[in-house]
């Protein structure tokens, strides 16, 4: 386990004290898709005939709209950017079309939330129809009170646009809500945005900027969870 202080721990039975909302990227956070978008931008990369960089998936990882355009017109300039990404786009449909693989500890951390009547969205910047689609496949889209796409807001992460929208449709202040992210950007965005963000590492391993931004991290959301019911953060 990983965190910043807090300061005082809250009582187990001083549950008012909890946020009222928790907000959840889903790529590599609740699912475990992103190595399926790393392995699928290598596959694009040959395919186009450009050398692939494996510092590309991290850099895009949580981006959208522009912001996914910048990162892909800097890393690989000669390409198609908007055929580029749509291949990527592809490639992912058709492997999460027969399998979608979830991480450790989601069912667990979504009931205990749905238990404690906190309101949960999924702010997420991949297509609303993919959301929907990948959460209704394993059973946890009907948990979620509001589910938002990069496609809704005009800036993409690591602005906090998303989280900010995400916190409206739930009825919650910004900074009475965990976010809980495993990317760069989706961290930004959440520190930005004024909520309590949680990083779960994925792909992206914590350095000395993202634990200046998170409240703490953690190594799955099962860690997390049990974090905040010993009043941790």
Known sequence: MMRKPRGKKISLEDYDTMKKGAIFDMDGLLLDTERIYRDSWKIVAEEFGVLYNPEFPKAVCGTSGSGKVAVVEKY???????????????????????????????????????????????????????????????????????????????????????????????????????????????????AAAGCDTIMIPDLTDPDEELRTLCVAIYPSLLDAMEAIERGEI
């Open 76 to 190: 690989y300039p000669e390409v198609d950017v908007n055929a580029f990404i749509e291949a990527c786009r592809r490639h992912v449909y058709e492997s999460v079309s027969r399998f979608v693989p979830e991480k450790p500890g989601m069912h667990e951390i979504l009931d205990y939330f749905k238990k404690k009547k906190v309101k949960m969205a999924v702010a997420s910047s991949s297509r609303m129809k993919i959301i929907k689609n990948n959460l209704q496949k394993v059973g946890v889209l009907d948990q979620f009170d509001a589910v938002v796409s990069g496609g809704q807001v005009e800036r993409g992460k690591p602005a906090p646009d998303i989280f900010l929208e995400a916190a409206r449709q739930i009825g919650c202040d910004p900074t009475d809500c965990y976010v809980f992210e495993d990317g760069r950007s989706g961290i930004k965005a959440g």
